[in-house]
């Protein structure tokens, strides 16, 4: 059962740390920082949108519509956080 608890909080840590990535990644290409013109930046960002979109797809059609604030990748993010804080602990 430890090892259950031990690849579960993997999968949990990888997860958080590629949406950490992806949160300033946008936050970057937003202000310009970052131009997805670049085509490594280009290959990292649509590589990162490719591997998140089918978490974050459920999630937008449970919440509203704020069309220019996307508040799904939040969401997920502070579900992970949730996760890997209370939820994990406990079980394993």
């Known amino acids: 059962m430890n090892a ?27 202000f310009n920082v970052l131009n997805t013109s670049q085509q490594f930046v280009a290959q990292i960002w649509y590589g990162l949108n490719r591997l998140l979109e089918p978490v974050y797809r459920p999630v937008r059609n449970i919440l509203p519509n704020t069309h220019p604030l996307d508040l799904a990748p939040l ?7 949730w996760l890997r804080g209370y939820v994990l602990p406990t079980v394993f």
């Open 75 to 81: 969401v997920v993010f502070i579900l992970i956080i």
């Open 4 to 30: 259950i608890g031990g690849l579960i909080g993997l999968v949990l840590d990888a997860a958080y740390f590629i949406m950490l990535v992806h949160i300033i990644m946008s936050w970057l290409i937003n």
